[in-house]
């Protein structure tokens, strides 16, 4: 245990270095954010009564998801990794006296939390300050915050599970560019970062609800915006746990067979 | 000039189907990020049948027509996107030795054959835009589309080139130039006019999207019968001006890395 932790504090510290690249991502993140919630409020005023949740919950899961971008989306994927295997450095990653699969999960988990930290304050900061529909809104209560952050520990556990899963493909097709397109496309469709879930047609919403994808961001920003609670959200956190204990089971399965076969590229 | 841009092409075209797993595996990907995206809007129109005075077939028509240019451009002008590498490892250097315009030289240094997964998602959807919007064709529309398609991909071609632009001075990309080309995209799937009268105005006066977008389509669907919006498209790839500019001071200035 000692020594994840030693890894996790390595390349966390490692994360915090990339200042300038954070406040570019930030500027990037506003604008998105800004630019989503308008064409929201487009829709909004169009017909307000097929509006799924209020404006301002709408408002605050978009603030949220670009808060929270780099911690529970795909996209977050620690590129490291890749190059790894890429270039043939993996070598070095085998050599050493640690299971392979628990050292680049705690890394690839270190990253995410360093990059999240760097981003959502500020984003969340400026957010919180924008006037009324718009804005960032508080929680409901303090126990669904606490359940917020639960929620999205596990979160970040079911996403770093599925980009592990991701490695070890690439282990297989050595070259990460496709696979890594294909993950990003399918886990933020039904993560619902391209549209929220609630937004989804009824019998299609609760089909993705089912996927471990939909486990990762959608859970705890919708127990944060106050739209899921109750029986519902117990269940799609029990799901959540189950996702973490199957997927990992999954990683470490491929993480056997590949191994075996590993070929080292390059010298 | 063209003739060694086919020489270039074919070589581009032969190193990507050394690798024709990774390839399609990269064509799928592509396919799947613009066809999300398209499932997303679907989704919107099945709860909300239109958007401010837009319907379904509209967005479509228009997000097509957007999506055929910014691919078309992604894939031809992508050497800018890595421009800054090419700076950080002298390969900029090279270019400099070489008896040809350095535009054409990064044009062709590569080609980004995987866009094409977009291009065909942009085609499919605006023919179903064109096949399903009521739009009584004529002559003058149909032109309209394609300046709109044209301009948009000069558009965007100018927006990659001021993105590479500004590895001279910064040496590395700005990550904030992404919000003005993939936020572009993204959020110009929509016509403009629904994020607001402010937005509408920048896009307008500062980064010309609406030239290219909005105005023109008003006029495709018959909401404006101004004539003079066939050919603001054209004004548009008058961006390329100031980009080039930058460029060009870029290039005055620039100091070899070393490496």
């Given at each position: 245990m000692k020594k994840y932790l030693a890894f996790f504090r390595l390349r966390f510290t490692m994360g915090l270095q990339y200042r300038a690249a954070a406040l570019g991502g930030l500027v990037c993140q506003f604008f998105w954010g800004a630019m989503y919630i308008l064409s929201m409020k487009a829709f909004y005023d169009t017909d307000p009564a097929a509006f799924p949740m209020t404006f301002p919950a709408a408002a605050s899961y978009i603030w949220l998801q670009q808060a929270l971008l780099t911690l529970v989306s795909m996209g977050g994927i620690d590129n490291e990794f890749f190059n790894v295997i890429q270039n043939g450095n993996v070598a070095y990653e085998l050599c050493r006296p640690v299971d392979v699969y628990g050292m680049w999960f705690t890394r690839s988990a270190a990253t995410r939390v360093a990059n999240a930290l760097l981003r959502c304050v500020p984003v969340l900061a400026v957010a919180a300050l924008l006037p009324a529909p718009y804005g960032m809104a508080a929680p409901p209560d303090l126990p669904a915050f606490l359940l917020f952050l639960v929620s999205l520990t596990l979160a970040l556990g079911v996403v770093t599970a599925i980009g592990m899963i991701v490695y070890m493909i690439t282990f297989h097709t050595i070259t990460p560019r496709g696979v890594r397109l294909i993950a990003v496309g399918i886990c933020d469709f039904f993560s619902g970062n391209?549209?929220?879930?609630?937004?989804?047609p009824e019998g299609f919403r609760q089909f993705s609800e089912l996927?471990?994808?939909?486990?990762?961001?959608?859970v705890p920003i919708r127990i944060y915006t106050g739209d899921l609670a109750g029986r519902e959200m117990v269940v799609l956190m029990l799901m959540q746990v189950f996702w973490i204990v199957a997927l990992v089971g999954v990683g470490k399965l491929l993480e056997w067979k590949e191994l075996k076969t590993v070929v080292v590229q390059g010298g | 000039m063209l003739k060694l841009y086919g020489k270039y092409f074919s070589i581009h075209l032969k190193s990507t189907m050394q690798y024709k797993g990774s390839f399609f595996a990269t064509l799928i990907g592509s396919f799947l990020t613009s066809f999300t995206v398209f499932l997303g809007i679907s989704f919107m129109f099945q709860r909300f049948h239109k958007v401010a005075e837009f319907s379904y077939e509209e967005v479509l028509l228009c997000y097509g027509i957007m999506l055929m240019g910014f691919s078309v451009a992604q894939m031809f002008a992508s050497g800018f996107k890595v421009f800054d590498s090419m700076i950080a490892n002298g390969e900029f250097d090279r270019i400099l030795c070489r008896p040809r315009n350095e535009i054409f030289q990064v044009l062709a240094y590569?080609?980004?054959?995987?866009?094409v997964g977009m291009l065909l998602q942009g085609i499919v959807m605006l023919v179903y835009g064109l096949a399903s919007c009521y739009v009584d064709w004529n002559f003058s529309r149909v032109i309209t589309v394609i300046f709109m398609a044209v301009g948009g991909c000069v558009l965007f071609s100018a927006l990659f080139l001021l993105d590479g632009s500004i590895a001279f001075f910064t040496l590395q990309g700005l990550e904030f130039m992404n919000v003005f080309t993939y936020g572009a995209i993204e959020h110009g799937k929509?016509?403009?006019?629904i994020y607001g009268k402010g937005m509408l105005t920048f896009c307008t006066f500062?980064?010309?999207?609406a030239l290219v977008q909005y105005y023109p389509l008003t006029y495709v669907l018959g909401?404006?019968?101004?004539?003079?919006f066939i050919f603001l498209p054209l004004l548009a790839c008058l961006f390329v001006v100031p980009c080039w500019i930058v460029w060009r001071i870029g290039v005055r200035r620039y100091k070899s890395t070393g490496s």
């Amino acid at each position: 245990m000692k020594k994840y932790l030693a890894f996790f504090r390595l390349r966390f510290t490692m994360g915090l270095q990339y200042r300038a690249a954070a406040l570019g991502g930030l500027v990037c993140q506003f604008f998105w954010g800004a630019m989503y919630i308008l064409s929201m409020k487009a829709f909004y005023d169009t017909d307000p009564a097929a509006f799924p949740m209020t404006f301002p919950a709408a408002a605050s899961y978009i603030w949220l998801q670009q808060a929270l971008l780099t911690l529970v989306s795909m996209g977050g994927i620690d590129n490291e990794f890749f190059n790894v295997i890429q270039n043939g450095n993996v070598a070095y990653e085998l050599c050493r006296p640690v299971d392979v699969y628990g050292m680049w999960f705690t890394r690839s988990a270190a990253t995410r939390v360093a990059n999240a930290l760097l981003r959502c304050v500020p984003v969340l900061a400026v957010a919180a300050l924008l006037p009324a529909p718009y804005g960032m809104a508080a929680p409901p209560d303090l126990p669904a915050f606490l359940l917020f952050l639960v929620s999205l520990t596990l979160a970040l556990g079911v996403v770093t599970a599925i980009g592990m899963i991701v490695y070890m493909i690439t282990f297989h097709t050595i070259t990460p560019r496709g696979v890594r397109l294909i993950a990003v496309g399918i886990c933020d469709f039904f993560s619902g970062n391209i549209v929220p879930l609630p937004f989804f047609p009824e019998g299609f919403r609760q089909f993705s609800e089912l996927l471990p994808f939909s486990s990762t961001a959608n859970v705890p920003i919708r127990i944060y915006t106050g739209d899921l609670a109750g029986r519902e959200m117990v269940v799609l956190m029990l799901m959540q746990v189950f996702w973490i204990v199957a997927l990992v089971g999954v990683g470490k399965l491929l993480e056997w067979k590949e191994l075996k076969t590993v070929v080292v590229q390059g010298g | 000039m063209l003739k060694l841009y086919g020489k270039y092409f074919s070589i581009h075209l032969k190193s990507t189907m050394q690798y024709k797993g990774s390839f399609f595996a990269t064509l799928i990907g592509s396919f799947l990020t613009s066809f999300t995206v398209f499932l997303g809007i679907s989704f919107m129109f099945q709860r909300f049948h239109k958007v401010a005075e837009f319907s379904y077939e509209e967005v479509l028509l228009c997000y097509g027509i957007m999506l055929m240019g910014f691919s078309v451009a992604q894939m031809f002008a992508s050497g800018f996107k890595v421009f800054d590498s090419m700076i950080a490892n002298g390969e900029f250097d090279r270019i400099l030795c070489r008896p040809r315009n350095e535009i054409f030289q990064v044009l062709a240094y590569r080609i980004d054959f995987i866009r094409v997964g977009m291009l065909l998602q942009g085609i499919v959807m605006l023919v179903y835009g064109l096949a399903s919007c009521y739009v009584d064709w004529n002559f003058s529309r149909v032109i309209t589309v394609i300046f709109m398609a044209v301009g948009g991909c000069v558009l965007f071609s100018a927006l990659f080139l001021l993105d590479g632009s500004i590895a001279f001075f910064t040496l590395q990309g700005l990550e904030f130039m992404n919000v003005f080309t993939y936020g572009a995209i993204e959020h110009g799937k929509y016509p403009l006019s629904i994020y607001g009268k402010g937005m509408l105005t920048f896009c307008t006066f500062v980064i010309p999207y609406a030239l290219v977008q909005y105005y023109p389509l008003t006029y495709v669907l018959g909401r404006s019968d101004n004539p003079l919006f066939i050919f603001l498209p054209l004004l548009a790839c008058l961006f390329v001006v100031p980009c080039w500019i930058v460029w060009r001071i870029g290039v005055r200035r620039y100091k070899s890395t070393g490496s």
